[in-house]
C-alpha cells in the first residue's frame, strides 16, 4: 500500500511522472500539463485561450474573493487577461445556510465584477465528510498569439525580478486561520494589517504583470503559490530548462511577515506566496520594467539570473553558490495538521 502522501501538493516526482502520461491528442494545445505550466493554451487561428484550474484550500475567510485572485493570477503570467470563470462550491453538511452561499456567492461576483470577467457556470452543493468549504475555479483568458508569455521562455543573461515581497498569502492566512497563535506577539493593530495582506499589499498580481508587460520585453513570468517562492523557482527552472542564479539576500520580506514566519516557525521562502510575481528580462529591459512598477507603486527587486546550464537552482552566499532547497510541500501545511 505504502505511506500516505503530506497535506499540499504531489511531490515532483510523482506529479512528474502522471504528467508525462497525460494524453494531449489535439494539435491546438500548444502547451498542456507540465511542472511549472500555469496555464494550459490552446491555438484559435490568431488568438489563444489560456485555462487554469486552482482550487481554495486552506483559507476559509473570504474564500470567494479569494478564488477569482488566485485563477487570475496564473492568467496574468501569460499576459493574457482574464475572462471566463467556471466555479465548483463543495460545502460541508450541517454548516451550510442559506446565508453562507449568498456570501460566497457575492464574493465571487463581485470580483469578477472589478476584473470584467464572466461567471459561466459551474456546479454547487452540500457534501458529505467536509469540515469546510472547498472552491475550485476554472478560469479561461485571451490573448493574441504573438504575445503570448510562458515560462519556457527564461533566457541565459535575463535578469530575475521579483515584485511586492514574500510571503504575502501566508502571512495572511497566518493571521486569519492562526490568529491565537500569534496574539501573544502581536498588538491587534499588527494582526489586523496582517490580516489585510490579502489586500495591501495584495495577493492579486494582475496590475503587476500589465505594467511590466507594457513597460518592456518580458521573456517569462511564474506565479509563486505552495511551496513558496523556493518551489517557483524551481519550477520555472524545470519549465524553462536553465539554471537560476539567486541572491537570497535581496529577496524583500517586510518586517511584520518576518516576525510571523519567525513566530509559527515558517520559512519565507518555503511558504506560500501569491501576491509576488516572478518574471525574467533581458537587462536593459529588466531596468524599465523595475522602473515602470515602482512608478505604479509596485515594489520590485532584482533577485537573480536566468544562466545556460541544467535546470537547478543556485543560492549566492559569503561562502559560494549552493543548491537552494526544493521545498517538497509548502511550510505552511504543517499549521494544519493533526497533532500526532
Not at 477569482?68 to 496574468?76: F, K, L, M, T, Y
Not at 519565507?268 to 505604479?296: F, H, M, V, Y
Request: net charge negative.
Amino acid at each position: 500500500m505504502g505511506s500516505s502522501l503530506p497535506i499540499g501538493k504531489l511531490p515532483v516526482e510523482l506529479l512528474t511522472r502522471l504528467l508525462a502520461r497525460a494524453p494531449v491528442q489535439d494539435p491546438r494545445v500548444l502547451f498542456g500539463p507540465g511542472v511549472g505550466m500555469d496555464c494550459a493554451v490552446i491555438a484559435l487561428d490568431d488568438r489563444c485561450l489560456v485555462i487554469k484550474s486552482d482550487p481554495i484550500t486552506f483559507a476559509t475567510d473570504e474564500i470567494g474573493w479569494y478564488l477569482v485572485q488566485v485563477n487570475a493570477n496564473d492568467i496574468a503570467t501569460t499576459g493574457a487577461l482574464p475572462r471566463w470563470l467556471m466555479l465548483t462550491a463543495l460545502l460541508p453538511e450541517e454548516q451550510t445556510t442559506p446565508q453562507t452561499v449568498e456570501q460566497i456567492s457575492e464574493q465571487v461576483y463581485s470580483a469578477c465584477k472589478a476584473y470584467g470577467i464572466s461567471v459561466v457556470g459551474g456546479h454547487t452543493e452540500i457534501t458529505y465528510g467536509l469540515s469546510r468549504p472547498i472552491l475550485l475555479g476554472t478560469m479561461i483568458g485571451e490573448i493574441e498569439r504573438e504575445k503570448l508569455i510562458t515560462p519556457q521562455g527564461a533566457a541565459p543573461g535575463d535578469r530575475i525580478l521579483l515584485t511586492k515581497g514574500i510571503p504575502i498569502e501566508a502571512t495572511a492566512l497566518a493571521a486569519r486561520e492562526f490568529e491565537a497563535r500569534l496574539q501573544d506577539v502581536l498588538s491587534a493593530e499588527q494582526l489586523a494589517q496582517a490580516r489585510d495582506y490579502l489586500h495591501e499589499p495584495g495577493i492579486s498580481v494582475l496590475r503587476d504583470a500589465q505594467v511590466a508587460v507594457k513597460a518592456g520585453k518580458v521573456s517569462a513570468m511564474h506565479d509563486p503559490t505552495e511551496g513558496g517562492l523556493s518551489a517557483a523557482l524551481w519550477e520555472l527552472a524545470q519549465a524553462s530548462g536553465r539554471s537560476l542564479f539567486i541572491e537570497v539576500e535581496a529577496v524583500p520580506v517586510p518586517d511584520l511577515a518576518a516576525q510571523i514566519c519567525r513566530t509559527l516557525d515558517l520559512n519565507p521562502l518555503e511558504s506560500i506566496a501569491s501576491g509576488a510575481l516572478l518574471l525574467t528580462s533581458p537587462p536593459a529591459e529588466a531596468r524599465k520594467i523595475r522602473q515602470a512598477l515602482e512608478s505604479d507603486g509596485i515594489r520590485c527587486a532584482e533577485i537573480g539570473e536566468v544562466r545556460a546550464g541544467p535546470p537547478l537552482v543556485f543560492q549566492h552566499s559569503a561562502s559560494g553558490e549552493f543548491k537552494l532547497p526544493r521545498p517538497s510541500r509548502d511550510a505552511i501545511t504543517r499549521l494544519y495538521e493533526k497533532p500526532s
